[in-house]
């Protein structure tokens, strides 16, 4: 295809767009933080769940805080709701995701294929704008909780007071910093990471145990008051379900432990079309992380809950947010509370990080295919500034605080588990598996359950939920437009018959018609010849081929073109075309053709009747309506020399 020649870029813009690539073609998947290479053997999923784990498990270091602020003395009861719902509802659904989807493109793919033409983007796009916020509140969420470790330690308490806000603007823009001059995923660093940090947790777990057990007042103190408090066991259970959702940032990983599947080694006898070792090891790696977490959840919100006064959970006290790390510091001294402090501060940035990592490749996933990205977005750099400035924007909107943001993160979360839950859910039932589809439907109603509770209570989540769809959406279209009149097959493949026809046509002018298959009789392809021969005053004696393109997903932005050449009625030459744009369709066929026979070919149509507005609308969103003049306009972006485009004829 032939492409237009550009001045060469500034250094800036050259180092800005530096990779860029054309994503979206051949149905690979993009960016730095794409599936490894072939070359890539992966490695072991005891490894890559660390890198996981850098998101999963870095949530101990703000979970058990916000637990007790929502569930007060309830805590670890309603934690252990959680861990159940972890255990028997988020982790049999992941790992049937692991099955449906082993290439990570996890259950947005899943509900994708279930859904075809615009309706089927729009609900993609919807998907994709809860994930953006998931992602982004995980980067602002994490790094507000590390600032709040940084400014709460005793050492630099009084240096940096009243000064969360900014650090937290520091740590985001260090990691867009990174992220400019390049980052690979490294597992080795995570690994490092999530080793430190859980060991030095179990540390002060064991610790805090053990003055639980010595100090056996505070269980009867606690009992009693929970007791007083809301009388019977029941009730307890009750209320501790009615707070669970305000929980639900316990849940978070799982949509990332998917994505990471293609970095899991696998079997060596693996094929990328059944990976069965990469599934195998990818459902240990969900299981084990599970149940860490679980085990680390139950421990620490009994400990911070019976050894912690309710007035420090509460905004402004010195357990706000860092719940553990105080533990750390009242039992085992500054000196280790401050390596903790590290650690976890090093681990939440390292977890904005992984949600980058997972923005960068989330979005060209899909958006270019859809045609839904600006030129700009297929490389990094420039992604890299626009998803910087947001979450400064939503580290500014809720002034670094890890309680308030809280509920737009579980909103993200639990839309992605719930939308994961019905995937497996109708997968179930297409394989025939009735007790998987009733058991995965009632995991589904738990999760919508959850949800919606979770939406009401905290409506901040679905609001900013609301603002990234909506802007996903309108950039996407804005976007499309922008991108209507280019080139967007990627490849045209000719059998033997149109090929035939072709070279036929080589030793004298080329001459197409576009044709609207109807009847396909001879009385249509008769008429069809005569009436363009009297609007364009061609002489009898010239002959032509006719091009019919049938319209599938008009919804789709760019694929590959096959021809196929038949003669009809046992006179007429026929080219057959499927795409999802007929001018791009009939352009690309063109400039193919052009560039195989080294002539200039024409093509003939008729105006299309009715207003040139409605037509257009058509053709955006049908790849229909006013074909002459958008296959001249197609050709004309797609070829700058005009002595050597093919020529377009409307009459």
Same mark, same amino acid.
């Given at each position: 295809? *032939? ?128 994930? *953006? ?17 940084? +400014? ?50 179990? +540390? ?6 053990? $003055? ?15 007791? *007083? ?30 994505? =990471?599947?293609? $970095? ?64 750390? $510091? ?26 980058m990592a997972g923005l960068l490749n989330l979005m060209p996933r899909y958006l270019p295919r859809y045609g839904m990205a600006p030129h700009w977005a297929r490389a990094v750099r420039p992604m890299v500034i626009v998803f910087t400035l947001v979450a400064f924007l939503v580290t500014w909107i809720f002034d670094a605080d890890v309680d308030a943001q809280g509920g737009a993160y579980a909103t993200g979360v639990l839309v992605l588990i719930s939308s994961a839950a019905i995937a497996v859910t109708i997968a179930a039932h297409k394989a025939g598996q009735r007790k998987g589809t009733i058991g995965f439907a009632v995991i589904s109603a738990v999760f919508l359950y959850t949800t919606v509770v979770n939406v009401i209570e905290r409506p901040d989540g679905v609001k900013i ?79 032509? =081929? ?20 038949? =003669? ?45 507005? *409605? ?37």
């Amino acid at each position: 295809m *032939a492409t237009t020649e550009h001045p060469p870029p500034s250094r800036l813009r050259a180092w800005m767009l530096e990779g860029l690539s054309d994503m979206g073609k051949g149905g690979g998947h993009q960016g730095p933080h794409a599936v490894p290479e072939p070359a890539d053997k992966g490695r072991p999923w005891y490894r890559v769940m660390c890198l996981t784990g850098v998101d999963y498990f870095s949530t101990l270091g703000y979970q058990p805080g916000i637990a007790a602020l929502a569930a007060g003395l309830l805590s670890p009861i309603a934690t252990i709701v959680l861990v159940v719902v972890t255990l028997a509802g988020a982790l049999p659904v992941y790992r049937r995701v692991a099955e449906e989807s082993p290439h990570g493109e996890g259950s947005i793919s899943m509900l994708e294929r279930l859904l075809s033409f615009w309706k089927g983007k729009l609900f993609v796009l919807t998907l994709l704008g809860f994930a *953006a916020t998931d992602f982004l509140i995980t980067i602002t969420l994490s790094a507000a909780d590390a600032s709040t470790h940084l +400014v709460e330690n005793p050492h630099l308490t009084d240096a940096l007071h009243d000064k969360q806000v900014l650090i937290t603007l520091v740590l985001v823009a260090l990691l867009g910093a990174v992220f400019l001059k390049g980052f690979l995923e490294a597992i080795g660093v995570a690994v490092a990471l999530v080793g430190v940090y859980l060991a030095l947790n179990a +540390v002060v777990v064991t610790v805090g145990l053990w $003055h639980v057990a010595t100090e056996s007042h505070v269980v009867t103190d606690w009992s009693n008051a929970l007791t *007083a408090e809301h009388g019977n066991v029941f009730v307890m259970i009750g209320v501790a379900l009615i707070v669970f959702p305000k929980l639900a940032l316990g849940l978070s990983g799982f949509e990332t432990g998917v994505a =990471v599947m293609p $970095h899991v080694k696998g079997d060596p006898g693996d094929t990328e079309e059944r990976p069965a070792g990469r599934i195998r090891d990818t459902k240990k790696l969900l299981t084990v992380a599970a149940v860490i977490m679980s085990c680390f959840l139950i421990a620490t919100s009994f400990i911070t809950t019976l050894l912690i006064p309710e007035k420090e959970f509460e905004p402004g006290g010195a357990a706000n947010g860092r719940a553990l790390a105080f533990l750390a $510091h009242d039992y085992l001294g500054n000196i280790f509370g401050t390596v903790y402090d590290v650690s976890t501060i090093a681990i939440l940035w390292f977890a904005g990080a992984s949600a980058m990592a997972g923005l960068l490749n989330l979005m060209p996933r899909y958006l270019p295919r859809y045609g839904m990205a600006p030129h700009w977005a297929r490389a990094v750099r420039p992604m890299v500034i626009v998803f910087t400035l947001v979450a400064f924007l939503v580290t500014w909107i809720f002034d670094a605080d890890v309680d308030a943001q809280g509920g737009a993160y579980a909103t993200g979360v639990l839309v992605l588990i719930s939308s994961a839950a019905i995937a497996v859910t109708i997968a179930a039932h297409k394989a025939g598996q009735r007790k998987g589809t009733i058991g995965f439907a009632v995991i589904s109603a738990v999760f919508l359950y959850t949800t919606v509770v979770n939406v009401i209570e905290r409506p901040d989540g679905v609001k900013i939920g609301a603002c990234f769809i909506a802007g996903i959406i309108l950039v996407s279209l804005l976007s499309r437009l922008a991108r209507a009149f280019e080139l967007r097959v990627t490849s045209v493949t000719l059998d033997p018959m149109a090929e035939r026809f072709v070279r036929d046509m080589a030793s004298r002018k080329i001459r197409f018609i576009a044709n609207e298959p109807d009847q396909r009789d001879q009385a249509e392809y008769r008429d069809k010849i005569e009436q363009i021969r009297q609007d364009n005053d061609v002489p009898e004696q010239e002959d032509f =081929v006719f091009v019919e393109v049938t319209v599938l997903d008009p919804s789709e932005f760019e694929a590959g073109l096959t021809v196929r050449g038949e =003669v009809l009625h046992n006179r007429y030459r026929v080219l057959t075309l499927e795409s999802s744009s007929i001018p791009n369709a009939l352009a690309a066929l063109l400039l193919h053709v052009r560039d195989a026979t080294s002539r200039t070919p024409h093509i003939y149509f008729e105006w299309t009747e009715g207003n040139p507005f *409605a037509n257009f609308l058509r053709f955006f969103l049908f790849g229909q309506g006013e074909v002459a003049p958008v296959t001249r306009e197609v050709l004309r972006e797609a070829e700058p020399d005009r002595t050597r485009r093919p020529r377009v004829h409307a009459g």
